[in-house]
């Protein structure tokens, strides 16, 4: 991943709703009218926030007829994991003397 995709997730998930439902897909997929019934929000407003998740490739979505299911891109969250995780000594071991 680029810096500026690194970007594109952590502003979407910087904003509460979008934080809320990314939490809810942690338990696995969910429809697009289950993630509705937990929000007092409008479709068109749902829409909205899973547009800003699935641009940035956190979350994938299924068409079903006309509702969506959503997933957590793995690879991209590993990735994500990754840049944001604790940092990874020089030498490789973790006892590195250069700081």
Not at 21 to 43: H, N, R, Y
């Amino acid at each position: 991943m680029t810096y500026k995709e690194y970007a594109l997730c952590c502003k979407a998930l910087g904003d509460e709703t979008r934080a809320e439902i990314f939490d809810m897909l942690k338990s696995g997929k969910l429809c697009a009218c289950k993630i509705l019934d937990k929000f007092k929000i409008t479709q068109p407003t749902l829409s909205y926030h899973m547009k800003n998740l699935t641009d940035c490739n956190l979350v994938n979505c299924e068409k079903d007829g006309k509702w969506c299911r959503y997933t957590i891109n793995e690879e991209t969250l590993e990735a994500l994991s990754l840049f944001i995780g604790k940092p990874v000594c020089c030498c490789g071991g973790g006892s590195c003397e250069k700081k």
